[in-house]
């Protein structure tokens, strides 16, 4: 595809249930980062793939989220026993291995924890 | 990461020349100065990079003096779809942990 897409858009969860978002990064693109951003602050860093491997989880808040990368391709975070201090938007972006400074960002989801 | 300091809000009028100054005394001989736009709910989009002097592409120019302590985004002749928070970035060439403040939201009116 011609950029980095995130399914769903937006997505509306109970807490304490477990969600499932989704990145497909630009065909090539060996690196893939996660990123976080709550209603009007900057974006808040939360795990690195180098292909299918995560050398950088720092920045997982908890236990409960978790991130795997097939190859060079989607990735899936998981949000398990949602809490609404989840609520935000989840954004997710690739690069080349070489110009990590320069990060396509997908438009988002947007979780929403009732 | 060394750490920036911008503006927090800007406004202009069409067709002006938007200026944006982030100050980054602790920068390093090694670090880059990247800027990010981010229009409302989209992700953010690079805009441009340097490491001294000047840089001008499509979208922007950017200024960095000799002592590299401070640089400036210039967007030339901004129309309403400017409408932005842009973000200045300090790292090195494999840094991928982009730290994003709070940026700068600048509101360019008809």
């Known amino acids: 595809g011609a950029g980095v897409s995130q399914s769903p858009s937006n997505k509306v969860t109970e807490k304490g249930k477990d969600v499932e978002l989704r990145c497909d990064p630009i065909s090539g693109h060996t690196a893939l980062y996660w990123y976080r951003q709550r209603l009007g602050q900057g974006l808040e860093f939360l795990i690195y793939?180098?292909?299918?491997?995560?050398?950088?989880k720092s920045g997982l808040p908890s236990d409960r989220f978790s991130a795997e990368r097939t190859g060079e391709s989607v990735s899936t975070l998981t949000i398990q026993r949602t809490q609404q201090e989840d609520s935000a938007v989840y954004l997710c972006?690739?690069?080349?291995?070489?110009?990590?400074?320069?990060?396509?960002f997908g438009p988002g989801t947007r979780l929403t924890v009732t | 990461l060394a750490k920036t300091t911008q503006p927090i809000s800007m406004d202009s009028y069409e067709g002006q020349e938007v200026n944006i100054t982030c100050s980054h005394n602790?920068?390093?001989?090694?670090?880059?100065i990247t800027w990010y736009q981010q229009f409302p709910s989209q992700g953010p989009r690079f805009i441009i990079q340097g490491y001294k002097t000047k840089v001008t592409n499509e979208v922007a120019s950017l200024f960095i003096p000799a002592d590299r302590k401070s640089s400036t985004l210039s967007l030339p002749r901004v129309s309403l779809s400017d409408t932005a928070v842009y973000y200045c970035l300090v790292g090195q060439g494999g840094d991928y942990k982009l730290s994003f403040g709070a940026g700068t939201t600048v509101t360019v009116r008809a």
């Open positions: 972006a690739s690069s080349s291995y070489l110009r990590s400074y320069e990060q396509y």
């Open positions: 602790n920068i390093a001989t090694n670090d880059y």
């Open positions: 793939f180098q292909g299918n491997s995560a050398p950088d």
